[in-house]
């Protein structure tokens, strides 16, 4: 049976470690010094441990693990093992567990640390890169994309009378509010834009919780698309507003989730502060929510909206100038739905 006094990530890491297979022997040496650092709460920890981290390479990587398989791998093969093992572990860290601050802060302290000029092999590019360690790493965002959760749960696909089930359920819906969390401080720290695919995830992420027929295929909207919506409002939601909807994507900026193209930013972002409105405006007078609500979640979910909601009003406050309430934005919502429906795409 699983502790479940233990969090999940440190369940992660203690896997990692118990396993004895020769070919993990590297990836034991990460989770270990993993734990180490998300354990510490001594003052200027994430820059020793940066320091830690990084001479891994020299004096770990190089001289034992490069080339283990036959093929020498360099900084390409050590880092993805770093953000494959760090970003599964992020990922599980609760949403609102400072610990998940915690690693941006590692992040942000390696990028302090002298750049090495190299050559990195980035699988969706299809070819070498030039790269600074740590300071302009293409390598990120597409560990990124590898080791978080990219299919959103679907209740249809869980059987309810299966307590097993259930808990996959409750499994699966947490590590994507979670993940997506980690996510968007991401994307809000800047680690990020060296990706043209930026804001591909953040935009369908919103667009699942708040959007209406998005995506098609979804059958049922849950609560946990809703929390993951805001996750990336609250972290990354300056920079989203920054890049998006101040700056009008064009249509040749093809890389950007689509429902930014056409210079249809604002018409997106005020949309989505109108539906949190709506949502919140639904909890607290027991209305249509347009999603399933699982009632342990009501208080979470409820601060989660609230709080999304204000930074999307704050951001662009001209915006929702004439709405004084979320009660009083549920018909302004419907009329600017109406009138975005022949522009906004991504649906």
């Not at 891994?56 to 390409?76: D, I």
């Not at 302090?112 to 740590?134: C, H, I, M, N, Y």
């Not at 043209?196 to 049922?220: C, M, N, Q, V, W």
């Amino acid at each position: 049976m699983p502790d479940e006094s233990k969090p999940a990530w440190l369940t992660e890491l203690d896997d990692t470690l118990a396993t004895q297979a020769p070919e993990d022997e590297f990836s034991r040496i990460l989770a270990g010094l993993i734990k180490e650092y998300l354990l510490c709460d001594d003052d200027g920890v994430a820059a020793t441990f940066a320091t830690r981290f990084d001479g891994l390479y020299a004096a770990v990587y190089e001289p034992r693990f490069n080339g283990y398989s036959g093929e020498k791998k360099g900084w390409t093969g050590f880092l993805h093992a770093f953000y494959a093992q760090l970003f599964r572990v992020s990922g599980k860290i609760q949403y609102d567990d400072p610990k998940q601050d915690k690693v941006i802060q590692l992040l942000h302290a390696l990028r302090t640390l002298p750049a090495r000029a190299v050559k990195l092999f980035v699988q969706s590019e299809l070819g070498w890169l030039d790269a600074e360690v740590w300071r302009r790493d293409p390598l990120l965002p597409s560990a990124l994309l590898i080791n978080m959760p990219r299919e959103d749960p679907t209740l249809e696909t869980y059987n309810f009378d299966d307590p097993l089930d259930v808990q996959d359920f409750d499994e699966d819906t947490t590590l994507w509010i979670n993940s997506n969390a980690f996510w968007a401080r991401c994307t809000g720290a800047g680690f990020d834009e060296e990706s043209k695919f930026r804001f591909t995830h953040a935009g369908s992420s919103i667009a699942t919780g708040l959007e209406e027929g998005y995506p098609k295929d979804l059958e049922t909207k849950l609560d946990c698309h809703v929390m993951a919506a805001a996750q990336f409002l609250l972290h990354a939601g300056n920079v989203i507003d920054d890049e998006c909807v101040r700056k009008r994507y064009s249509p040749s900026r093809y890389h950007s989730w689509k429902g930014f193209n056409d210079g249809n930013g604002p018409v997106v972002w005020k949309q989505w502060g109108e539906r949190l409105a709506e949502i919140a405006a639904a909890l607290d007078s027991g209305g249509e929510l347009g999603f399933k609500l699982f009632e342990k979640n009501r208080a979470a979910l409820t601060d989660l909206v609230l709080r999304a909601r204000n930074k999307v009003v704050g951001l662009e406050p001209e915006m929702f100038a004439q709405q004084t309430s979320p009660a009083a934005t549920t018909s302004a919502g419907e009329e600017a739905e109406a009138e975005a429906e022949a522009t906004v795409t991504g649906r």
